[in-house]
């Protein structure tokens, strides 16, 4: 593999990594929401932001730490025959089904970007009491599809090395 490959990879792989060790802390964040909102509703003056606010931390938990989850091969994967194969065969499979991901993300990232546009454009804001802006929270989703994405096709190169028998 070229050199400025494998520099991509660590790029994208050491970017995602560092991404997801910051969002481990949002569940600390999501605590201390509903810590909050407990609060003040033993003290009878409930906080209308509480709920949605925790909702919101805890997508751009999901989005941001998920291409670390990816990166680490930490998703779900039904492994009847995969865990027999060779690490060239997994290797091939891999790479066969990381097209799929790709394809899927690909639109994922088109839609959350025309839809943040869409909030942008026209100050979107939530139908509730606390009527909290949404370009933010879809920013965070646009650029979490984006980031696993990249993590997607780091994968396929680490795959394609593994099946010339290259080392990245």
Not at 67 to 78: E, F, H
Not at 90 to 113: P, R
Not at 115 to 143: D, G, H
Request: glycine share 6%.
């Amino acid at each position: 593999m070229p050199g400025w490959i494998r520099a991509y990879v660590r790029f994208v792989e050491g970017f995602n990594r560092r991404l997801g060790k910051v969002a481990m802390y949002l569940l600390y964040v999501i605590m201390a929401i509903m810590l909050f909102s407990s609060a003040t509703k033993i003290l009878h003056i409930p906080a209308l932001w509480t709920l949605e606010m925790a909702q919101f931390t805890l997508v751009a938990y999901y989005m941001l730490g998920a291409p670390w989850s990816l990166q680490g091969d930490a998703n779900v994967r039904m492994d009847l025959l995969y865990s027999r194969w060779s690490p060239k065969g997994q290797a091939w499979w891999d790479a066969f089904t990381v097209f799929a991901l790709m394809f899927y993300l690909g639109i994922m990232v088109y839609s959350a970007f025309d839809s943040t546009v869409y909030a942008f454009e026209y100050n979107e804001r939530n139908p509730t009491a606390w009527r909290p802006y949404l370009w933010p929270i879809k920013t965070i989703i646009t650029f979490g599809f984006a980031m696993m994405l990249l993590q997607a096709s780091a994968l396929l190169i680490r795959d394609i090395a593994t099946i010339r028998g290259e080392e990245i």
